[in-house]
C-alpha cells in the first residue's frame, strides 16, 4: 500500500469512529489503541503519530498500513485472525494444504548449509526441512 492509499483508509476509519464522545488526545489515544490491537502489537502507537499521518505531517509505516486495513476488515466483520494475514504462495504436496488456509506459523530456512528451502515446522523443534529430514515413521505413527 501507498502513502495515499493508507492516508485514504484511515480518513474511512476517523470517519467511522467520529461519533465517539471524546476530546481530541483521547480520541487519537482510543484510535491508535485499536489500530495497535488489531495487529497485535503490544506497544501502541502514539495519538500523535496517528494524528500527524492522518494530517499528512509522517509518512506512514507499512505497519500502520496493515493496521488500518486490518482495522477496516474487522469493522467489515472479518475476523481478526483472518483480517490481518496477506497473500503468500505456498507450496504443498498434492491435497495436503487446501486453498485459503490459514498457516499459523513462521517459516524458516533449513538447518542444513547446502539446502536453500524455507519451511514452516510441525514442531518448535524442527531443524531440517522434510527433503532434508524425511519423517522416520509412516503415517499413523507406526513403523
Known amino acids: 500500500m501507498n502513502r495515499e492509499q493508507i492516508s485514504a ?18 480520541f487519537w489515544t482510543i484510535l491508535a489503541e485499536k489500530l495497535s490491537t ?34 477496516g476488515a474487522m469493522l467489515d466483520g472479518v475476523p481478526r485472525a483472518i483480517a490481518y494475514t496477506e497473500s503468500v504462495t505456498v507450496l504443498s504436496t498434492p491435497d495436503q494444504v487446501r486453498s485459503g488456509s490459514l498457516i499459523i506459523g513462521h517459516s524458516k530456512l533449513c538447518a542444513n548449509p547446502s539446502c536453500r528451502i524455507y519451511f514452516v515446522p510441525n514442531s518448535p523443534r524442527r531443524k531440517y526441512c522434510p527433503a532434508c529430514s524425511p519423517p522416520k515413521y509412516k503415517e499413523h505413527g507406526t513403523k
Open 9 to 26: 483508509e484511515l480518513v474511512i476509519l476517523v470517519e467511522y469512529f467520529a461519533d465517539i464522545d471524546a476530546g481530541k488526545v483521547e
Open 38 to 71: 488489531a495487529i497485535g502489537r503490544t506497544k501502541p502507537w502514539t495519538w500523535r503519530y496517528i494524528h500527524s499521518v492522518y494530517k499528512n505531517q509522517l509518512d506512514p509505516s507499512q505497519d500502520l498500513g496493515r493496521a488500518i486495513r486490518a482495522l
